[in-house]
């Protein structure tokens, strides 16, 4: 039973890593892209329910706070996909290790915590990576900018989450719902400043959204769930750190990226790299130390 949680939680990591790739072969702007993939995957998940008959039902108190949440997930997915846009893959995914660096910054701050100053210093690491990409990869410097940005959201999406708590089914459900809802208002203003020939999307683009909707929204959050129930929140924090990885690996696989990285890029990676699995064994190593004692 373990073991198959195990393979479900890579599944869920490696579906996380193909949704750079559905970024960049998708046609439509990160804008429109976001919109689609909320409200596809939010209406796709009603669906489930519909067919469970298990609709979650929640306090209005606590549906805003969730849907608030689902909003700093939509933007998140918007920057990222900015990242991606005008930049690449590679970049995008990279920059999101920087999720790390920005938690132990927002989490004392927001849960009126201690500053963890020995991880500030791992994150630091990540921080001289993404410097030196960003001073030698003069021409993504925007995408990159964006890649930070969606970092420092997804680490105050993940905050807000934990802080909630509640059931898998109505986190997913009302979080959707909000994150759809926060880029149809927005939308418009964004169309603004932002414009395109056509808002609906092709053929090609309709598939890769309901794939993206389906397997890498949907099914990554519920094989995500599933692990967690025989695997330690650690691990699968651990495997999580493989996603650039998975990402990088898929693109210069499917996409031909090796050509455009340098090596300052892959210095800078590595730094990145580096540092998130530096915190994960001092993380181990500590938890480890607090059981024996125990």
């Known amino acids: 039973m373990k073991s198959n949680n195990y393979l479900k939680l890579h599944i869920s990591v490696l ?12 046609k439509l702007n990160e804008g429109l892209l976001v ?23 929640e306090s209005f108190k606590d549906a805003v706070k969730l849907m608030g949440v689902g909003a700093l997930l ?20 990279v920059c999101y290790s920087l999720v ?36 030698f990869d003069t021409g993504n410097r925007f995408g990159i900018v964006l890649g930070v940005l969606s970092a ?30 926060f880029m149809t208002a927005i939308m418009p203003f964004y169309l603004c ?9 092709a053929f090609s683009d309709f598939i890769y959204l309901l794939v993206l909707a389906f397997f890498c929204t949907i099914g990554l959050y519920i094989l995500h769930i ?39 890029f892959y210095i800078g990676m590595l730094l990145i790299l580096s540092s998130v699995f530096l915190q994960s064994y001092m993380k181990n190593k500590t938890l480890g130390t607090e059981n024996q004692t125990a």
Not at 43 to 48: A, E, H
């Open 152 to 181: 420092a959201v997804f680490a105050l999406y993940t905050i807000y989450n934990k802080i909630i708590d509640k059931n898998s089914k109505s986190m997913l459900f009302y979080e959707l719902g909000g994150g759809a809802l």
């Open 193 to 201: 400043f932002n414009h395109v020939q056509t808002i609906l999307p």
């Open 15 to 26: 579906l996380a890593g193909f949704t750079g790739i559905f970024g960049k072969l998708i």
């Open 74 to 93: 939509g933007l998140h997915f918007l920057l990222f996909y900015g990242s991606i846009k005008y930049a690449n893959v590679s970049v995008g995914v």
């Open 35 to 57: 919109f689609y993939r909320l409200w596809f995957a939010f209406l796709l998940f009603c669906g489930l329910l519909s067919l469970a008959k298990k609709f979650p039902k």
């Open 100 to 135: 790390g660096f920005f938690t132990v910054i927002f989490q004392p701050l927001i849960e009126k915590t201690k500053f963890s100053w020995s991880e500030l210093c791992y994150s630091l690491i990540a921080v001289l990576g993404i410097g030196l990409i960003f001073n």
């Open 226 to 264: 599933q692990a967690l129930k025989t695997i330690s929140p650690f691990t699968v924090s651990l495997c999580g750190n493989l996603e650039p990885l998975y990402g990088i690996g898929i693109a210069v696989l499917f996409l031909g990226e090796a050509k455009e990285l340098n090596l300052t």
